[in-house]
Nanobody
């Protein structure tokens, strides 16, 4: 059974840094693209980062580029999301994602709350 388990969220202050982790189990994801999405209350889920299977390419939307850094450790089956200079608008549930057919894999999410 495939599982993605996020951790590292919490209550933060503006300007803080945070590293989220997503541990994968149930199958190997080495070679698979992995990503992070977030969903703020009352809003649609949005893409924030992705990384290629061997970590040589990363992808970010313009809204987070420069503050978000995705990385992975295939030996640990873990993908990370470093968020620097946190802003209140970063408040959301952050989800780990692995694209798959017929259905993507998703974790349960980890809450990040940023106070001003």
């Amino acid at each position: 059974q495939v599982r993605l388990v996020e951790s590292g969220g919490g209550l933060m202050q503006r300007g803080d840094s945070l590293r989220l982790s997503c541990a994968a189990s149930g199958r190997t994801f080495s070679g698979s693209i992995m990503g992070w999405f977030r969903q703020a209350s009352g809003k649609e889920r949005e893409f924030v980062a992705a990384i290629s299977g061997y970590g040589d390419r990363t992808y970010y939307p313009g809204s987070v580029k420069g503050r978000f850094t995705i990385s992975r450790d295939n030996a640990k089956s873990t993908v990370y999301l470093q968020i620097d200079n946190l802003k209140p608008e970063d408040t959301a549930v952050y989800y780990c994602n692995v694209p798959a057919i017929p259905r993507d894999y998703w974790g349960q999410g980890t809450q990040v709350t940023v106070s001003s």
